[in-house]
């Protein structure tokens, strides 16, 4: 075993090639260059830059390898010469560690950091501190080689920051993620592609999602804090604090959305496939109904069948069920509102179930076409099961059913209430029972 050890304070490049060895670079002051190129198993790299404007490249082929990147400091103002570091390696069960920005409280900015792993069973942590202004390059890829019976890689985030922005990708089976960002004004991206897949984001700060960067940097659009899954049996996981915006986008079938809001926050869920459904979480822990406080507000869209969508909101929801192509099949809204807010719940297709219990003022719309829809209270959430009064304490309640066989079975104990009726078509059901 060999070990080489590097301490510099001037401009330098270093490149080494060994097999089964540790390399340590140690680099101070500005503009410095190192370039570590590794091949075989169980080989190390530790590279340490102290400066402004200071560039890092290791390239690690091999198994069971693991990289340390440290550069503490900044850039110098320009997109072109930011901090840069970039660890690529090939193999499985490799380990990649860099971290960026300056130690202490001080704020660094203009860095840029890169991960590129292919392989399986392989893990990328990338940590962001104090920093300022990272650009687009910030990001771990992630893609296996094979799905065949091999656990997934893992992509670890932690960012304290400001105006930065987090791309993260992933391909194959059983892959997670983890983010953990504090700061205000950053942006974060996750794409991932294939089955059981599971991404676990929580930010804690404000106007998270407005800064121009990530794929829109320097431009004035709007740029959504986003997680995108494409496959079955998937998982993403969001909890934010107050004034963010998130997006979640998921293609297939029986995934999960499990969303915690906190302030006044917006959440743009899209779910494309059947069975899947939208939920909530406490401390990280699923829960069945996502809770939502004043001032948030949910926009989801589920496109297929028997999908179901949970909520308990003192905020604003919108909600479109639908199949893009056929009629859907019993599709549910379970909606409890716990204090004022509104809603606005749309269903297409035959055996959709509205779950209706509001105890607070607020304004309700519900929209249903198709055939054997219902608007009441179902024991477990299905339409075989035995049927109570929905409950209304609002403002006002409109109801508009199109097609036959529909039922509105409905109590309606508040104060000056306003309830509207329409239905439209044969053989429709409809009871609403005034009180207060």
């Known amino acids: 075993m060999k070990k080489l050890s590097l301490v510099l304070s001037f401009t330098f490049m270093a490149s080494m090639i060994f097999a089964q060895n540790a ?59 930011p901090i840069w570091g970039f660890v690529k390696q090939a193999g499985d069960a490799n380990i990649a560690n860099l971290k960026e920005g300056v130690v202490g409280g001080q704020v660094s900015n203009d860095n840029d950091g890169f991960i590129d792993q292919k392989g399986n069973n392989n893990q990328a942590t990338l940590e962001i501190m104090g920093s300022n202004n990272n650009f687009v390059d910030h990001g771990i890829t992630q893609i296996q080689k094979s799905t065949l019976g091999t656990e997934g890689n893992t992509a670890i985030i932690k960012q304290s920051s400001f105006n930065s922005d ?12 983890e983010g953990n960002t504090v700061g205000n004004n950053d942006v974060f991206s996750v794409d991932q592609g294939g089955i059981a897949n599971t991404a676990s984001i929580n930010q804690i700060g404000n106007n998270n999602n407005e800064f121009g960067s990530g794929f829109n940097i320097n431009t004035k659009e709007t740029t959504w804090n986003q997680v995108t899954q494409s496959g079955s049996y998937n998982a993403a996981v969001v909890s934010q604090g107050s004034d963010n915006i998130f997006r979640i986008k998921q293609y297939g079938d029986e995934n999960k959305a499990m969303i915690n809001q906190e302030g006044n926050n917006v959440v743009n869920t899209l779910q494309q496939g059947n069975l899947n459904t939208i939920g909530g979480l406490s401390n990280f822990v699923p829960q069945e109904v996502a809770t939502f406080s004043t001032g948030a507000t949910m926009d989801a869209v589920q496109l297929g069948d028997n999908n179901k969508l949970y909520v308990s909101t003192a905020g604003r929801l919108n909600v479109f069920q639908n199949n893009s192509s056929i009629a859907s099949e019993g599709n549910t809204v379970k909606y409890t509102q716990t204090s004022a807010g509104d809603a606005d719940l749309n269903q297409v297709g035959s055996n959709n179930l509205v779950f209706l219990k509001t105890t607070t003022a607020g304004l309700i719309d519900v929209d249903q076409n198709g055939t054997s829809n219902g608007v009441a209270l179902y024991a477990n959430g299905s339409a075989s099961a035995a049927s109570g009064s929905a409950l209304f304490e609002g403002t006002h309640l409109n109801v508009d059913q199109t097609g036959s ?3 509105l079975n409905l109590n309606s104990t508040g104060a000056n209430a306003s309830v509207d009726v329409m239905q439209n078509g044969s053989s429709n059901w409809a009871s609403v029972v005034q009180s207060n």
């Open 166 to 177: 987090m791309n993260v990708y992933q391909e194959g089976t059983k892959n997670r993620v």
């Open 405 to 407: 066989s529909n039922l």
């Open 23 to 81: 390399a340590v670079v140690n680099q101070t002051k500005d503009k410095n260059k190192a370039n570590v190129t590794q091949a075989g198993s169980k080989n190390g790299a530790q590279v340490d830059q102290v400066g402004t404007s200071n560039f890092v490249t290791v390239d690690s082929k091999g198994k069971q390898n693991e990289v340390t990147v440290v550069q503490n400091g900044s850039g110098n103002g320009a997109v072109s010469d």
